[in-house]
C-alpha cells in the first residue's frame, strides 16, 4: 500500500493547490459547514495553538482569537496566501510543509485540525498521531473536526483502490483522486486508545464529526 499511498498523497496536495482559489466556495453553498465553524468556541482550544492543515484559514481567525500564539500549517503555498490575507492582521505564523514529513520544533497546548484527518491514509494514522504526540505539551488536547460516515454519500467514492479515495473535480474539468476516510466514532475512538491516546467523538449533525484526546500521563 506504501507506493499507492505516497502517490495518493502526491496527487491529494496537487489538488489542494490546484483548488486553493476555489475552495472557499464550498462554505458559501453549505449552511451546514458554515454552521460548524462556531464550534471552535465550544471547544477546549487554549494556550499556544498549532494548526495543521489550515487550508484557506477559514478556522484559522477563530483559533487566533482563543489563542496565545498560533502557527498554522499547509502543504499548499496558495491557500497558505489566502489565509494570511483572511486572518491579517492576526499574529499567526504560518509555515507551507508536507505534514507527512513535517515535525514540529516545539510544542503546544492546543493541535487543531479540521477536515485533515480524512485526508490520512490509514497506514499512516499510527504516523499522524505519533507527530501529534510529539507536537503536543504535557497535559495538552488534539482537537478536530470531520467529515463522518454520513457524508460518503455525498462523495465519488473511487471502489475497489488499496488506499480509500474519491474523485473531485475542479470547475475546469480536471479530475484528482483525493484519500478520504470517513471515520467511524466509536471505531476511531479504539483505535486512538490502541496507539495510546484517551478520545472523545462524536457526531455533529448527520455528516460530521468533532473529537477531543489526549493523552493519558503515564
Known amino acids: 500500500m506504501g507506493n499507492d499511498a505516497d ?23 453549505r449552511a451546514d459547514l458554515r454552521a460548524l465553524t462556531p464550534l471552535v468556541d465550544e471547544l477546549p482550544i487554549s494556550g499556544d ?3 495543521l492543515a489550515c487550508g484557506t484559514g477559514q478556522w484559522t481567525g477563530r483559533l487566533a482569537a482563543r489563542a496565545r500564539s498560533l502557527t498554522a500549517v499547509d502543504a499548499s503555498p496558495e491557500a497558505i496566501g489566502i489565509a494570511r490575507e483572511r486572518v491579517a492582521p492576526a499574529a499567526v505564523e504560518f509555515e507551507c510543509a508536507d505534514l507527512f514529513s513535517w515535525r514540529p520544533s516545539r510544542r503546544y497546548d492546543t493541535v487543531f485540525f479540521a477536515f485533515w484527518l480524512s485526508h490520512v491514509p490509514p497506514d499512516r494514522l499510527p504516523g499522524f498521531w505519533r507527530t501529534v504526540a510529539d507536537a503536543l505539551a ?5 482537537v478536530f473536526i470531520d467529515n463522518g460516515p454520513g457524508e ?4 465519488d467514492v473511487l471502489a475497489d483502490h488499496p488506499v ?10 480536471s479530475e484528482y483522486r483525493v484519500v478520504k476516510v470517513f471515520h467511524d466514532p466509536q471505531r476511531l475512538v479504539r483505535d486512538l486508545a490502541a496507539w495510546g491516546w484517551s478520545a472523545t467523538v462524536r457526531p ?7 473529537g477531543t484526546a489526549v493523552r493519558p500521563e503515564r
Do not use: K, M, N, W
Not at 138 to 142: F, L, N, R, S
Not at 152 to 155: D, Q, S, T, V, W
Open 138 to 142: 504535557p497535559g495538552g488536547t488534539a
Open 204 to 210: 455533529v449533525g448527520t455528516g460530521f464529526i468533532t
Open 164 to 173: 480509500p479515495s474519491v474523485r473531485r473535480r475542479l470547475e475546469d474539468g
Open 152 to 155: 460518503a454519500a455525498a462523495e
Open 49 to 51: 495553538v498549532l494548526e
Open 7 to 29: 502517490a495518493a498523497v502526491r496527487e491529494q496536495i496537487a489538488y489542494y493547490r490546484a483548488r486553493a482559489s476555489e475552495y472557499d466556495r464550498v462554505y458559501d453553498e
